[in-house]
């Protein structure tokens, strides 16, 4: 039987590690996709621990950069020829105006254009399986996205709308992988999780002034174990939430811009141009 393959981005804090820790007995092999690689290995002996059977891969990708997107993608196109799940769930929060290595702003870099590359290079390995899944975690924050150019490159700097804008562009590329690809077989969905208690942003600040704010704002947050539910629910009824966003589990509509289809063709195709790809 061919082994099954789970491939995760940010699997070593928050959501995603909640997420594969609970995963660790529906797949036989992981990918555990981190820009920490010590990160990586403590938890690949916490995973070893829940399912001695697992077989466990620490791949490096920093997804704010290019290169290394580049260089993770290939390294899993010369190991493995599928896919069963990928999570796009790594994501960050900067509360000042920060650029990537390759130019683009540090939130559209690395919630958005490394996970759109990500995707586009492993969505061969993902139709070559038999699961066909890919699970992208959004946020509610697509809402505060401002519907204009320039998409990548802002020319002022707000962190709501900046990470609204890449959050946005993480609800398109779900319903641009369904739209285009489901009849096919593949199941894609954009997830919501909730408000979650977890390292999200808390660097973006002073770590007084990250704990303080989440102090303050504990009465909203679930914890991980609860907020990474959204997640695992995705992955584990993939028919039920494919084409579709959830918010907490629950099947909600989109609003605002992630409803306006003329926009997504522009965003998406502004991505496909920035990245000199001819199709996602
Ligand atoms: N928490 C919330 O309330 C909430 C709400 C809506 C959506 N979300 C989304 O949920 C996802 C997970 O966030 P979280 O709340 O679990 O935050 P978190 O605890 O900070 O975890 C974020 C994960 O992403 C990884 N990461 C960050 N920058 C990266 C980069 N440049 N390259 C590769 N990996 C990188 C982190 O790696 P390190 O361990 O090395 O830092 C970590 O594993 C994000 O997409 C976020 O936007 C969160």
Known sequence: MTETILAITGPTSGIGRGAVKVLATSFDRVLLLCRNLEKGTLLKKELTELNTELKIDIIKCDLSELSSVQQAADHIKEQYDHIDCLINNAGMVSASKKESVDGYELMMATNYIGPFLLTHELLPLVMNSERKQIVVVSSGAYKFAP?????????????????????????????????????????????HPGMVSTNIGKDSVSKALGDLVFKLLDPFFVTIDEGCKSVVSAVEEPDKYAGVYSDEGKVAPVKKHGSDFKMRREFIDATLEELHLNAL
């Open 147 to 191: 519907a204009k150019e320039p998409f990548f490159k802002p020319t002022r700097f707000n962190p709501i709308s900046g990470y609204g804008r890449s959050k946005l562009g993480t609800l398109y590329l779900a319903q641009e992988l369904h739209e285009q690809y489901s009849r096919e077989g593949l199941r894609a969905t954009a997830v």
